[in-house]
């Protein structure tokens, strides 16, 4: 059962890995300092950009533990 799970897990880490087309940090910070018009569409991705490293960075660090 315990293989099932793990294959299920290892399966929707592997299709919902936002880090496999990630762009450059730094690339993406000059491109908000040069006046990125952060409305609509453009904000939420921002949004949940950032609360996806905050779980990221939080599980990394329970990993840890």
Known sequence: ?????????DFI???????????DEQQI???IRKDVNF???NLWTLIFAIFKRIQ???IK?????
């Open 1 to 9: 059962m315990k293989k099932i799970l793990q294959a299920i897990r």
């Open 13 to 23: 880490a592997d299709r919902f890995n936002l880090n496999e087309d990630r762009a």
């Open 29 to 31: 910070i000059e491109a």
């Open 39 to 41: 409305k609509g569409t």
């Open 56 to 58: 990221s960075d939080t």
């Open 61 to 65: 660090i329970l990993v840890e533990y």
